[in-house]
């Protein structure tokens, strides 16, 4: 008995020395886990002004050490999961891992299980009545599965006249392709909306038992990408036609052959995606959300002036100097477009210093503008004479007094500072920034735009760069129809797969009918009908 109790005695002793090294190694994952949310919320800060490739690789690097870090966590953690807690304030950085039931919409399917005790007591034989019942649920997925259809074309041939009767084979969104709507709708949805490359999506086909070469996937993308341009073409004119946009605009990494032949590095070189989006569900607009991308190989204003050539009216973006000419006076002496700048672009500039000095004046500049922004919350999703009235009451006198503060700051402070620079920023473009002051339209600042690019963000961390200037304007246009449908509360992968099934049989003159903000899924009696 001795024995035995030393032995349990050092068998305990030894998990207790292994669980207060687990507890460590817990201890060190947070705390390394925070630093790294740290770190990445400063470069992320960074990031949204003009950023290097060196610093935007740091961020996706960080990110996906956090990632892994999250789970070896969760990994050792042995307590119960508990996931209805709301999520941490973003604040909070010393908020635990994140615990957050899924959301599940009311259109997932739903399948019920019920366990019934029976009719009789297990104790006493009596009859048992219903008093209610616990309902729980369990997030479960269906896997996908690749499906033939075969279509069998029946000839037949009449008694009387030996005429030969057959239906007319249906149109394919692809002539002669095997490939399906809901299928390249996938295909395409994958590779430009979740970013996954082809090569990537031919490894799962073929766990899936389709052997779908590369070469096939890709010419599958490009030909429904010509079957989708009247669409695309049709966004474009209608999204660049309005009367106020929105724009920005993101690097993106192109591969060239000409430069790494000339011995000009490693033969990429560094393009642009533009944004320019639509968005009046802030003022109770009329007109569909919608954005429309643009590539092009350098950052020269030419290539903007000629996306907006036949723009008019206003336009909310940041400081890049390639819209300068847009703004100037024509013949009559009014501007092509009005220019309206972000309030959030020059909050930036002032956090930006306030998070590294801790100056006074900076906090106050912080204040000042929060309180604009207080006052755009409860306006949000009013119509824009409302939220003009709200502004000229609320706003006005706050904007003028931070302009008039702001030029008595700037005799305080080195004229060469950070904080100078932010101040002058502002006021010398006073105008643009006053702009939403008279028109209930206008935004406080360029989000919209800024949301539209984070896709190209996220994508770069898996592709990496595009392959040639054409791969990258393919990649704008697919991005248009894709994000348009999204604006519009659309399933893009729904979307497209009906639109690839009906735009070949779809009156040419109807063509509107399939635009994001005007399609309608067919129901299965009109889709029966059609066919």
């Avoid at 429309?292 to 723009?311: D, G, I, Q």
């Avoid at 206003?314 to 009005?338: C, F, T, V």
Wanted: net charge neutral; aromatic share 6%; glycine share 6%.
């Amino acid at each position: 008995m001795k024995a035995m109790i030393a032995a349990l005695q050092a068998e305990n002793a030894q998990i207790a020395s292994e669980n207060a090294k687990m507890s460590a190694t817990l201890r060190a994952h947070d705390q390394l886990v925070q630093t790294l949310r740290l770190r990445i919320a400063k470069l992320q800060k960074l990031a949204f002004g003009k950023s290097s490739e060196k610093v935007e690789r740091e961020i996706e690097q960080l990110e996906l050490a956090l990632e892994d870090l999250l789970v070896a966590v969760a990994e050792k953690d042995e307590s119960p999961i508990d996931e209805g807690l709301d999520e941490p304030a973003p604040e909070e950085t010393s908020a635990p891992v994140l615990r957050r039931r899924p959301r599940v919409s009311d259109a997932t399917l739903r399948e019920r299980r019920e366990l019934d005790p029976g009719a009789c007591c297990p104790d006493c034989g009596g009859d048992l009545r219903v008093v209610g019942e616990d309902v729980s649920e369990l997030l479960d997925m269906i896997a996908a599965q690749m499906k033939v259809i075969q279509i069998a074309r029946i000839k037949k041939s009449c008694r009387r006249c030996e005429r030969m009767v057959q239906e007319p084979a249906p149109s394919r969104p692809i002539s002669g392709s095997m490939a399906g709507p809901n299928l390249l709708a996938h295909v395409l949805v994958s590779k430009f909306d979740d970013h996954l490359p082809l090569y990537r999506q031919h490894e799962i086909f073929e766990r899936m038992g389709a052997d779908i070469p590369e070469s096939t996937l890709v010419g599958w993308c490009g030909r429904a990408m010509k079957t989708l341009s009247p669409l695309i073409e049709r966004i474009d004119a209608d999204i660049l036609s309005s009367d106020l946009l929105h724009a920005d605009d993101t690097p993106i990494r192109v591969l060239d052959r000409s430069r790494r032949d000339k011995g000009l590095g490693k033969g990429v070189k560094q393009g642009r995606v533009w944004a320019y989006v639509r968005d009046q569900r802030p003022w109770a607009g009329a007109a569909p959300p919608g954005a429309v991308y643009r590539f092009a190989p350098n950052w020269k204003e030419e290539h903007v002036l000629s996306h907006l050539a036949n723009a008019r009216g206003i336009l909310e973006a940041d400081g890049y100097k390639g819209y300068a000419k847009l703004y100037a006076p024509q013949s009559d002496g009014s501007p092509r477009l009005h220019e309206a700048a972000c309030w959030a672009h020059l909050r930036r500039d002032f956090h930006d210093f306030w998070a590294s000095t801790k100056s006074e004046i900076a906090r106050e500049a912080l204040d000042r503008i929060s309180e604009l922004y207080d006052i755009e919350r409860d306006i949000n999703g009013q119509a824009a004479e409302a939220r003009l009235a709200a502004r000229q009451r609320l706003s006005r006198p706050r904007v003028e007094a931070f302009f008039d503060w702001s030029e008595q700051q700037l005799l305080r402070i080195p004229g060469k500072s950070d904080l100078a620079k932010a101040f002058r920023y502002g006021l010398s473009r006073r105008e643009a920034f006053s702009l939403f002051l008279t028109d209930g339209r206008v935004a406080i600042d360029n989000n919209p735009a800024e949301r539209a690019l984070r896709p190209i963000g996220i994508g770069r961390k898996n592709w990496l760069f595009a392959g040639a200037d054409t791969g990258a304007e393919t990649l704008a246009r697919a991005m248009t129809i894709i994000e348009t449908a999204k604006l519009n509360g659309l399933d893009p992968q729904a979307y497209l797969a009906d639109v690839l099934d009906r735009i070949h049989d779809h009156k040419i003159n109807k063509l509107d009918e399939l635009l994001p903000w005007n399609w309608k899924a067919l129901t299965p009696e009109a889709s029966s009908q059609a066919a």
